[in-house]
């Protein structure tokens, strides 16, 4: 059985879901766990085989503080659920740059790895800042894990009133290969949870309130 979708490097939307999905594709979301101020959806999608997921949560910092968290690569083993590995290979700019992430797997699967083109934008109206990640080829020569080649996720973050921020995440990935039943479940419900869990206490612990984020300055 295949996972319907893989974890990470997660999106964030506004209320309305509407920026939690890609443009021209229909869902259906479906609620699968809500706990602790954290919702997790997933949905089939047309033309595929495997499932979004979407997650969604409030947490009480500043947009600033999660996209440097997002943006200190070395810290991804840190909250991002089977996150092993993470740096940037290519900076083309404040906002755009390539990366490559290594996931740990729990046996008997395989690790997973990707080479991202990760792209950074905001909206004018609403002030969300969005984080898109594209798997794309090239980058690390293969390793012992097997690729991902297609597969996208997003960071959404906006802000609230009273110095709360909307976060959601979204991903839709092909994870290019089988896997028992109960990776598939962890991948699409348990890893996300944890990971935007793991993401609030980083943050609302205050470990990047003072980061310095040159990339909103270019948005």
């Given at each position: 059985?295949?996972?319907?979708?893989?974890?990470?490097?997660?999106?964030?939307?506004?209320?309305?879901?509407?920026?939690?999905?890609?443009?021209?594709?229909?869902?259906?979301?479906?609620?699968?766990?809500?706990?602790?101020?954290?919702?997790?959806?997933?949905?089939s999608?047309?033309?595929?085989?495997?499932?979004?997921?979407?997650?969604?949560?409030?947490?009480?910092?500043?947009?600033?503080?999660?996209?440097?968290?997002?943006?200190?690569?070395?810290?991804?083993?840190?909250?991002?659920?089977?996150?092993?590995?993470?740096?940037?290979e290519?900076?083309?700019?404040?906002?755009?740059?390539?990366?490559?992430?290594?996931?740990?797997?729990?046996?008997?699967?395989?690790?997973?790895?990707?080479?991202?083109?990760?792209?950074?934008?905001?909206q004018?109206?609403?002030?969300?800042?969005?984080?898109?990640?594209?798997?794309?080829?090239?980058?690390?020569?293969?390793?012992?894990?097997?690729?991902?080649?297609?597969?996208?996720?997003?960071?959404?973050?906006?802000?609230?009133?009273?110095?709360?921020?909307?976060?959601?995440?979204?991903?839709?990935?092909?994870?290019?290969?089988?896997?028992?039943?109960?990776?598939?479940?962890?991948?699409?419900?348990?890893?996300?949870?944890?990971?935007?869990?793991n993401?609030?206490?980083?943050?609302?612990?205050?470990?990047?309130?003072?980061?310095?984020?040159?990339?909103?300055?270019?948005?």
């Amino acid at each position: 059985m295949k996972i319907r979708a893989l974890l990470m490097l997660v999106i964030l939307v506004s209320p309305l879901y509407a920026a939690a999905q890609m443009d021209g594709v229909e869902y259906d979301w479906q609620e699968k766990k809500n706990k602790q101020g954290i919702v997790i959806f997933t949905s089939s999608v047309k033309d595929s085989s495997f499932k979004a997921v979407r997650g969604e949560m409030t947490v009480n910092a500043s947009i600033a503080s999660l996209v440097a968290l997002v943006e200190d690569m070395p810290a991804c083993a840190d909250w991002a659920a089977l996150c092993k590995e993470s740096r940037v290979e290519e900076r083309v700019s404040a906002t755009e740059s390539y990366v490559y992430v290594y996931n740990d797997v729990p046996f008997p699967v395989s690790d997973r790895d990707v080479y991202a083109h990760v792209v950074w934008s905001k909206q004018p109206e609403t002030q969300r800042v969005t984080m898109t990640s594209t798997a794309t080829a090239g980058g690390t020569p293969e390793t012992k894990a097997v690729r991902i080649k297609d597969a996208v996720s997003q960071w959404h973050f906006t802000p609230n009133e009273g110095g709360v921020t909307k976060v959601e995440n979204f991903a839709h990935i092909d994870p290019n290969g089988p896997t028992p039943a109960w990776i598939t479940n962890m991948m699409l419900v348990d890893s996300p949870f944890k990971t935007m869990k793991n993401m609030r206490e980083i943050v609302e612990s205050g470990s990047y309130a003072d980061s310095r984020v040159p990339l909103l300055e270019k948005l």
